[in-house]
């Protein structure tokens, strides 16, 4: 899965990644779903990455299946909820994105990312093998790292891998 130039973009693009330009690092939060949610609502981009569990989350009134290895991205002002299967949990990540910092991270020289919709339609894809194991690698690295940069620099991966 090596992309040479998409790692070239990553070089290029990390001397912007620092406290004189980042405007906010990406908010972290990790939940466990016993039971319905109610609706949400983020103001922000909105990754969740499900962890383990299945059920389904609606967003936007629309059905989306829900299984381990699966995200969403979901843009500005989506409501969703989520419904675990009954007797059953649901392990998420949830990762808000300000706009300032989707906008700049999307305008960073090399940044490329074909498959991110920039319409309000929602992004789904169930990730597997390597792809999935760096993408809960960048994850974790994002949940304990508490510096904006660096968790920029991997929001900027995490995006490389998801679209």
């Known amino acids: 899965m090596k992309n040479e130039l998409y790692e070239k973009s990553i070089a290029a693009?990390?001397?912007?990644?620092?406290?004189?330009?980042?405007?906010?690092?990406?908010?972290?939060?990790?939940?466990?779903?016993?039971?319905?949610?109610?609706?949400?609502?983020?103001?922000?981009?909105?990754?969740?990455?499900?962890?383990?569990?299945?059920?389904?989350?609606?967003?936007?009134?629309?059905?989306?299946?829900?299984?381990?290895?699966?995200?969403?991205?979901?843009?500005?002002?989506?409501?969703?909820?989520?419904?675990?299967?009954?007797?059953?949990?649901?392990?998420?990540?949830?990762?808000m994105v300000s706009s300032v910092t989707y906008h700049f991270i999307l305008a960073l020289p090399g940044a490329d990312f074909k498959k991110l919709e920039t319409t309000s339609t929602v992004s789904t894809e169930f990730l597997t093998g390597e792809k999935k194991e760096k993408a809960e690698e960048l994850i974790m690295d994002m949940i304990k790292c508490k510096f904006p940069e660096i968790n920029c620099i991997t929001l900027y991966e995490l995006f490389g891998i998801l679209f």
């Open 13 to 95: 693009s990390k001397r912007f990644l620092n406290n004189k330009y980042i405007p906010t690092s990406p908010q972290i939060n990790c939940f466990q779903i016993n039971e319905q949610t109610a609706y949400r609502s983020n103001h922000d981009i909105c990754i969740i990455y499900i962890k383990s569990g299945l059920g389904t989350i609606v967003i936007n009134s629309i059905e989306y299946p829900v299984d381990a290895g699966r995200y969403y991205f979901l843009h500005f002002f989506m409501f969703y909820k989520i419904i675990p299967k009954e007797d059953s949990h649901i392990e998420l990540i949830e990762i």
